[in-house]
């Protein structure tokens, strides 16, 4: 990744969409927001916002995989997903294999003691975050 390329990642659920971005440097993950899903296309055009404001280049898409390595309904859904954002946005989505994201973010938040309520609000963006830092730790070339 070359200075001023920004990626995000999403933790895509049927209620939310949990959004991380990278640092310019493309080093680190951060949580950005999460999306509340309300009508449809709503969520696409918000995407389409942060792409726009921050210049991102490339979008990871969480793919939620069974523990036996195939694919269900939710990873069929962001799968579609996926499709649907490249077509619209005109930017190259990647799926990054995303088992366990959530349970690690949930662990590393009970470890934290962060209470019940406060977990429901930041989970699918960090989610996100693990997600995205994951794909980079995977594929950058430090």
């Known amino acids: 990744m070359r200075t001023g390329m920004r990626w995000i990642g999403l933790d895509y659920g049927d209620k939310t969409i949990g959004v991380a971005m990278s640092d310019e440097l493309g080093w680190t993950a951060q949580g950005l927001e999460v999306i509340h899903r309300r ?3 709503e969520d696409i055009n918000r995407l389409e916002a942060i792409v726009k404001e921050y210049g991102v280049t490339q ?3 969480g793919l939620p995989k069974n523990m036996n390595n195939t694919i269900g309904p939710r990873g069929e859904l962001a799968i579609e997903f996926s499709k649907e954002l490249e077509q619209k946005l005109s930017v190259p989505v990647h799926l990054w294999d995303e088992r366990l994201t959530t349970v690690a973010a949930t662990r590393t938040l009970l470890e934290a003691d962060v209470s019940r309520k406060k977990r429901k609000l930041v989970i ?19």
Request: proline share 4%.
């Open 39 to 41: 009508k449809p296309g």
């Open 59 to 61: 979008i990871i898409v």
């Open 124 to 142: 699918d963006k960090m989610a996100a975050q693990l997600i995205l830092q994951g794909y980079m730790d995977a594929n950058m070339k430090r």
